[in-house]
Nanobody, 123 residues
Framework: QVHVVESGGGLVQAGGSLRLSCAAS????????MGWFRQAPGKEREFVAS????????YYADSVKGRFTISRDNAKNSVQLQMNSLKPVDTAVYYC????????????????WGQGTQVTVSS
């Protein structure tokens, strides 16, 4: 069992930056591939970024490529999502997830989910 908790969300103006963090308890995150997803009001949850267990492979949604960077520090049992050049369309609840099927973009490949952290980008 892994309990993941997101932090770092908030309100930022368009063009600004935020850094989300995902911490875990129960088991070491190094055993899991990790993903970030987001869900905006009235929309389905969508893939944002993922990273393999060693950090050697990363994947991004086209909408965030070049602006967001996913990274992990297995020694600190944490995963980060650096978000730059934020846009109002990035406004959503962001979720951290852990899985065992690889750095997938599919939400059903992830077993453990956090409660989410709100990111709001004002224009």
């Amino acid at each position: 069992q892994v309990h993941v908790v997101e932090s770092g969300g908030g309100l930022v103006q368009a063009g600004g930056s935020l850094r989300l963090s995902c911490a875990a308890s129960g088991r070491t995150l190094s055993s899991y591939d990790m993903g970030w997803f987001r869900q905006a009001p009235g929309k389905e949850r969508e893939f944002v970024a993922s990273i393999s267990r060693t950090g050697g492979s990363t994947y991004y949604a086209d909408s965030v490529k070049g602006r967001f960077t996913i990274s992990r520090d297995n020694a600190k049992n944490s995963v980060q999502l650096q978000m730059n050049s934020l846009k109002p369309v990035d406004t959503a609840v962001y979720y951290c997830s852990a899985g065992l099927v690889g750095a997938s973009s599919l939400s059903n490949h992830y077993v453990y989910w956090g409660q989410g952290t709100q990111v709001t980008v004002s224009s």
